[in-house]
């Protein structure tokens, strides 16, 4: 599948944002999903995960309950709400694909994702 990402921009700390990964070209709801983050000068980590249906989800502990992933399969498109966002948040993200999964399964790990996005700018000023 081809990924698009939208929705990053200047948020001041404490504020919200929303992402949005638009999937074309493929079956999305048979793809596990992800989102990824990039801060400058550090490796690309994992934020969170997202399985087939929707039912099952994974989080970094730095987020954990400040954001949440879901996803729209009528319209092929998978969210990430940003809440109470901290400065350590700056970060490009980008979402992925895992078109080799099954059913149930979340993925953390880079190298299980084959389709990546373009990758969305997120500054949380403080």
């Known amino acids: 599948v081809q990924l698009q990402v939208s929705g990053g921009g200047l948020v001041q700390a404490g504020g919200s944002l929303r992402l949005s990964c638009t999937a074309t070209?493929?079956?999305?709801?048979?793809?596990?999903m992800g989102w990824f983050r990039q801060a400058p000068g550090k490796e690309r980590e994992f934020v969170a995960a997202?399985?087939?249906?929707?039912?099952?989800?994974h989080y970094n502990d730095v987020v954990k309950g400040r954001f949440t992933i879901s996803r729209d399969n009528a319209n092929n498109v998978l969210y990430l709400q940003m809440n109470s966002l901290k400065p350590e948040d700056t970060a490009v993200y980008y979402c992925a694909a895992n078109g080799r999964s099954v059913s149930g399964s979340i993925h953390s790990r880079r190298d299980e994702y084959q389709d990546w996005g373009q990758g969305t700018l997120v500054t949380v000023s403080s």
């Open positions: 997202i399985s087939w249906a929707g039912t099952r989800t």
């Open positions: 070209g493929g079956t999305f709801y048979r793809h596990a």
